[in-house]
């Protein structure tokens, strides 16, 4: 394990050495304008996060899950991106693992001596039954952590791809990870605290490969959210939209299409495209492997 001081993260930064002594607008720009870093470091690794979603949706694609693990700040953004795929994408619940070091209670109170128990992780991913077919995120700022160094070589050692992000090149966990994405943040504004800007690009990675992988597994039909699922008014009124963009149909039209689709976007526009009914629309998007794109072009499966 490297000295910790050695880790860019854990560095002072040089840029605002009176933090404390600046006035508050300043104080709030210096902040601000800091978090540009963490746009910029995505940016750079963009290759590693096109190769990641690639591989990702060669396993999801066979029925692999995608599997979140981190600790503290990391493990809380996994989390995050992990729970919002449910609504957006329909994504199914069976298919996704979030894991935070020191269990769901440490989403609401910092349970920082649990990123230390490398065992933890080994239990947690076996509790759910991690395979070859299953997808790792690995999350870790510092990429040292000894929770997620753990629950990777654990994964590695089954077969499932695993993808280290970490803030920090050369990090363990970016040797570890079989497809490394190093996020270059450098040190924070406020010295190690890495909820600043290393979570900040962690947040946009994850939010760029999540999408990404959503959008290669046919989930997006141009860049409308077809496969969004209605639990609330907000979300039947997009699907009525969505439905209408789609198709150019009748709002009425629209929703009649929807009513008889169970509110499944993808089926009622195949409807309204096709002049289907809601079973036919079922088996066309079936053969043509879950693609709108494919099903109204007649490509069959993609």
Known sequence: MPDTMLLATEQPSLLHPDLDLLSTPDLIAALADDQFSALRAVQAAAPSLALAADLAVERLALGGRLVYLGAGTSGRLGVLDGVELLPTFSWPPERLVTLIAGGERAMFRAAEGAEDDEAAAVSDLERHNLNAADVLIALAASGTTPYVLSGTAYANRLGALSIGISNNPGSPLLRLAQVPVALDTGPEVISGSTRLKAGTAQKISLNTLSSAIMVRLHKVYGNLMVDLQVTNIKLRRRALSLTVLATGAAPEQAEDALNEARDQV?????????????????????????????ALEGAGPV
């Open 266 to 294: 993808k089926t009622a526009i195949v409807m309204l495209r096709l002049n289907l009914s809601a079973p036919a629309a079922r088996a066309v998007l079936a053969e043509a492997g879950g693609s709108l794109r494919a």
